[in-house]
């Protein structure tokens, strides 16, 4: 018995040997997973809270972890209000990572562990959501009176989708049908992902209208003068034909997810991939290359202020995007791919923007002809446009023609962010359909069904 026991006692305390000594490697060495998940948990904490306005610890628990990623379940968070700072660690201590808060700019990831790098960034605040009573997209008023049919379209769960935080429906220029989820509303902020690419070519398109920037211009950054990069123009950019090395997969540790969180100047990282291919000729959906687009027309401005104050002085206050925050990363780039964050209504002002041409009021603020080329099919796939928008709805396989298969116009187009997020334009209707959730894509959720149900309601 003794010997039985000495044993056990032996055994238990190689397991535990073993453990701290895991747990102590883990924190020496972190994996690179985990840093990428700490950077990931707190950027996204930081901007909801910072942002939005929501607690840190519910927006870990639902935006973070409610995905299902058993690893993200591990990550806790500290927000230190006072500094505006989130910091997210594995098991409280492992693969520490910080993000901050900045006035107008929103949160960004510190994974350099330099706290002060990104300290000396501002902008100019949102002013938020206007108080005028005139109706949409004038003032904040709207009138749902005549559409109820539209009411009991966009609350059918099959239709909204599951994780559905908000709908907004614009025919003939004014919101006819909205719905919000369970603790959203008309004033949150919501981040549009990659609906973010959209808005970087519609700022990259004022710009070229402001006379520093054209589409056929190469030689674009000093590290590309010496080999194929150079030929690079910004029309490829906007296409995503740049050839360009980029590998978008989310489910791992690759160029995207090392690009978000592991990366202080995302930029540089971007551009300093190899060129696979001569520009122009193939397609490759790249979050790289739509933060390469920012940091050339924040070069086009010239002076680093006036190119941080840009965003909301040539495109945001223009169309009443009171909202609206485009957040840049530690060295200051606008994160053009990813994180715009805007009420739904104000993702609507943008569509309505494109569905117009890129007018406003009578205002021209993107360049004549400019919002056509957006949406008009790439030479180097049908599907995407020549200004970073979608041809074709979310599908596994997006193809030519997806969208008629539910009965949508030829001419519909669209924004499309990671979980969910949409904006359907189709000027033909004159309508713009904004959809805003938490849908991860396993769910397979399609918001053409959606769209084809108000067609057919205002037809």
């Known amino acids: ?157 099959a239709l909204a989708g599951p994780g559905m935080r908000a709908t907004v429906v614009v025919h003939h220029g004014r919101i006819v049908a909205e719905s919000y989820g369970a603790g959203f509303d008309p004033q949150m902020p919501l981040l549009g992902w990659s609906m973010s690419k959209t808005v970087t070519a519609a700022l990259a398109g004022t710009v070229i209208k402001a006379g520093k920037l054209r589409l056929d211009q190469d030689r674009l950054l000093t590290q590309w003068d ?29 160029d995207v997810t090392r690009m978000l969180y592991l990366q202080s100047d995302m930029a540089g990282f971007a551009a300093s991939q190899t060129l696979d291919h001569q520009p122009g000729t193939i397609f490759n959906y790249s979050t790289g290359t739509a933060m390469i687009l920012s940091r050339i027309w924040q070069n086009a401005i010239g002076d680093r202020q006036a190119a941080l104050d840009w965003p909301r002085k040539a495109l945001f206050a223009p169309l009443g995007m009171g909202s609206a925050v485009f957040e840049t990363d530690a060295a200051g780039t606008f994160v053009g791919g990813s994180y715009l964050y805007a009420t739904a209504r104000d993702w609507a002002r943008f569509g309505q923007f494109l569905l117009q041409d890129g007018t406003w009021n009578g205002r021209q603020i993107l360049p004549e002809g400019f919002a056509a080329m957006m949406h008009a099919p790439s030479q180097a796939d049908a599907v995407y446009g020549q200004g970073m928008t979608w041809l074709a709805g979310p599908a596994p396989d997006q193809k030519a023609g997806d969208d008629q298969a539910y009965g949508l116009p030829a001419d519909t187009y669209w924004l499309e962010g990671h979980d969910g997020q949409t904006v359907a334009v189709i000027p033909s209707a004159d309508l713009v359909v904004v959809r805003m959730g938490l849908t991860p894509s396993d769910l397979n959720y399609r918001p053409q069904k959606l769209v084809a149900a108000l067609l057919k309601a205002l037809d």
């Open 1 to 157: 018995m003794w010997n039985l026991r000495k044993i056990l006692v032996g055994l238990l305390a190689l397991v535990i040997t073993g453990i701290f000594g895991a747990v102590l490697y883990l924190y020496l060495v972190p994996p690179t997973l985990l840093r990428v998940g700490a950077g990931y948990s707190s950027k996204i904490v930081c901007s909801a809270t910072y942002l939005q306005g929501r607690d840190p610890n519910e927006v870990l628990e639902t935006d973070v972890q409610a995905p299902g990623n058993p690893v993200l379940r591990a990550f806790k968070v500290n927000n230190d209000s006072a500094t505006g700072r989130v910091r997210s660690a594995f098991l409280w201590v492992i693969a520490p990572m910080t993000s901050e808060h900045r006035p107008g700019l929103g949160c960004a990831a510190l994974p350099d562990g330099d706290l002060a790098q990104a300290g000396d960034q501002a902008a100019p605040a949102a002013p938020g959501p206007g108080t005028s009573q005139a109706l949409w997209p004038e003032g904040t008023a709207v009138d749902l009176r005549q559409h109820g049919d539209l009411a009991q379209i966009i609350a059918d769960p």
């Open 226 to 254: 010496n080999d194929g990069r150079a030929a690079i123009t910004v029309a490829q950019l906007l296409s995503m034909s740049s050839g360009l090395h980029f590998n978008e997969d989310y489910g791992d540790v690759s």
